[in-house]
């Protein structure tokens, strides 16, 4: 039932823009951890812990018939599964990598809509009787994380199939992946409507169904090779030759090097076997030449980005959950704001609630870093051979030859300049959040959710350049 890669690569566009969706709904949602928490409260999930003295008020909405009493051990407790989800949500990703190597991204897709799926609807079933089920949310909270992190990593192969523009597409997919903090004060909002918690959860988890189902019709079980590998571009490339018998201008031209490049370098095949199906295979050298997994890992450029991205995401985790204590201490010290609101509260929430939907600028503005990424890139040759050809037909309307560009430093070019763009706009989140000035929040929330997307973005060219 699995398509071919083929036919995978005449969907990519399908399959690229559900998976924006996708990741926007279904992948990091419990980075929007706050609008959860709130509707647990109510729901009255660990609500018994609040006995006597503990219970320090009540959690009262419109569509709840029940008054459930809120302290400190159940926030505690909530907390703590959201803490496991989480750690699932960013430790998972090495093992997946490994898995995804040897089994590629459609099982491991399986498997991440199967667990969204199933974490609703425990949700959904502990919310029936949380006095007896509130442990569930443990289960729930976990398999969240391991299902969402599991649609972002399978999502991020898909831009091999889009040739130069394999960062920007790289970039959209995590751009969506961390507007996905939105999700939650989404819901939220359509609970404070009066919809039900329950059914809420019974919805989410059946449009979860629907991921796994889309992705059993359309992922094939190959993996999709990047743009590099000749074995998958050219042989796409030849294929559609061979359909169209109508090609000209410049599709013929482009054909028509395929064609030679692919015949040049498995002349030796050719020689040694004198079979067709060599021709329509993949080269092996490139695989014989392949860097060591061990020589990676321990290179220098490698463990550098590990620090950084590591410290860069401590830090805007970090500010995400104290980001509520910081404004409360900016409207309490804040002697203007203390006369004219009576209620602290109100104008953290309004904030933090600015903050939510501020979550979409990662999906508007990491285009932009992939733009960074790609720049320049059709104008670069594979290797020295190339240059020749490229100098010419770049002269010819001008008097002097054009200096070839070599893909591999131009990647590494692009590399340095989305990393500069993303230090600088860190630097400025740092300086803005520590500055005692409750409008100037609003540049932190900007700024904020730019370096969450970018330093994704800038780390993955940079891994796909070396």
């Not at 019709?217 to 042989?235: C, D, G, H, V």
Request: glycine residues 8%; hydrophobic residues 45%.
């Amino acid at each position: 039932m699995a398509p071919t890669l083929h036919q995978a690569y005449r969907r990519r566009w399908w399959m690229a823009c559900t998976a924006v969706v996708e990741n926007l709904f279904f992948s990091a949602v419990l980075l929007g951890w706050g609008s959860l928490l709130i509707m647990l409260k109510h729901e009255g999930f660990y609500s018994h812990l609040c006995t006597g003295e503990n219970g320090t008020n009540k959690s009262v909405v419109a569509n709840v018939s029940h008054s459930w009493p809120s302290c400190v051990e159940q926030e505690e407790m909530l907390n703590l599964g959201f803490t496991i989800g989480s750690f699932l949500l960013s430790a998972a990703t090495l093992p997946l990598g490994i898995f995804m190597d040897r089994l590629g991204p459609r099982p491991l897709r399986l498997l991440g809509s199967a667990s969204f799926a199933l974490s609703c609807a425990l949700m959904a079933v502990a919310a029936y009787k949380p006095a007896v089920l509130s442990p569930l949310i443990f289960l729930g909270l976990s398999l969240n994380g391991f299902g969402g992190i599991c649609l972002t990593f399978t999502s991020l192969t898909l831009p091999n199939m889009f040739g130069n523009l394999r960062s920007t597409f790289m970039a959209l997919m995590i751009g969506s992946y961390a507007s996905s903090a939105v999700t939650f004060p989404g819901v939220k909002l359509i609970y404070d409507l009066g919809v039900s918690f329950i059914v809420i959860m019974f919805v989410w988890s059946g449009l979860a169904c629907l991921i796994f189902l889309n992705c059993l019709i359309n992922w094939p079980t190959e993996s999709f090779p990047a743009p590099e590998e000749a074995s998958y571009t050219k042989k796409i490339k030849l294929s559609s030759l061979a359909l169209d018998h109508k090609v000209t201008g410049d599709r013929f031209y482009m054909h028509v090097t395929v064609v030679g490049q692919r015949l040049s370098q498995k002349a030796p095949c050719l020689e040694e076997h004198g079979s067709m199906q060599d021709l329509q295979q993949g080269p092996t050298e490139s695989v014989q030449r392949s860097t060591p997994f061990r020589r990676s890992v321990c290179s220098p450029i490698f463990l550098w980005s590990l620090f950084t991205m590591g410290m860069t995401q401590l830090r805007v985790i970090f500010y995400m959950a104290a980001m509520n204590k910081m404004l409360e201490f900016q409207v309490t010290r804040d002697p203007e704001k203390a006369e004219l609101e009576n209620e602290p509260e109100e104008t953290v929430s309004f904030y933090s609630s600015i903050f939510g939907v501020m979550q979409l600028l990662c999906l508007l503005t990491c285009p932009f870093i992939g733009y960074v990424m790609d720049w320049r890139m059709k104008e670069c040759v594979d290797n020295p051979e190339n240059a020749g050809t490229a100098a010419s037909s770049g002269s010819e309307g001008k008097g002097k030859p054009l200096k070839p560009r070599y893909r591999k430093i131009q990647k590494l070019t692009n590399a340095i300049r989305a990393f500069v763009i993303t230090n600088l706009l860190l630097v400025g989140f740092g300086v803005t959040c520590l500055i005692n000035n409750l409008r100037l929040q609003f540049v932190t929330f900007i700024l904020h959710t730019m370096v969450r997307g970018f330093f994704h973005s800038a780390c993955g060219g940079l891994y796909a350049a070396v």
